[in-house]
């Protein structure tokens, strides 16, 4: 299954937009867990030429390569082994629903919590930062956000809230990290 976009993908994408008014057009972008493409789509269409996608579903990157889209076929940096100047992440993020299809799992479980998956993402993103790097990260309400952050913290990073949305049941939030010495 590829994740359709929805309230948190169009969040994402927007907060996107106003982030990279006046950057350079030649910053390295990463989309982790690219799904529809949304984010990576964003960046082409705003100029930025040097955007990989990567995704751990082989469904997605099968539609992500018909869409002329550069992927990698990769558990989380499994197989990424270069720097970037931003990482992009819609990160699957809700709580394990055993009643959940598991086909659609991928997409939207972020763990037994919610929050799983996003802290092994903060603890390998910084390897592959460049010095100056960001990290756009999209998580909810129901993720444990407290988790996330103080684990962020101890994990050198900076981090601020760039946008919100309450929607039914939650409220989707998407946060600015750096590391601490950038």
């Not at 269409?45 to 390569?65: H, Q, R, S, T």
Request: charged content about 25%; some cysteine; aromatic content about 10%.
């Amino acid at each position: 299954m590829i994740y359709p976009p929805a309230e948190d993908s169009y969040l994402l994408s927007d907060t996107l937009k106003n982030f990279l008014k006046n950057k350079k057009k030649t910053i390295k972008i990463l989309d982790m867990g690219s799904g529809s493409g949304i984010q990576a789509k964003t960046c082409l269409e705003l100029g930025f030429k040097n955007v990989l996608c990567a995704d751990i579903n082989p469904e997605v990157i099968e539609y992500l390569n018909s869409e002329k889209l550069k992927t990698i076929h990769t558990d989380l940096f499994e197989k990424i082994k270069t720097k970037f100047d931003l990482i992009i992440f819609n990160a699957p993020y809700l709580p394990e629903d055993k009643n959940e299809p598991e086909d659609s799992r991928w997409a939207t479980t972020g763990g037994k919590k919610g929050y799983e998956i996003i802290l092994k993402f903060l603890e390998h993103s910084q390897k592959h930062l460049n010095s100056s790097g960001k990290i756009l990260l999209l998580f909810s309400s129901l993720s444990k956000p407290q988790i996330i952050l103080s684990f962020a913290k101890k994990q050198g990073y900076n981090f601020n809230l760039l946008s919100n949305l309450k929607i039914p049941f939650e409220e989707l939030f998407v946060y600015k990290f750096e590391l601490s010495c950038s």
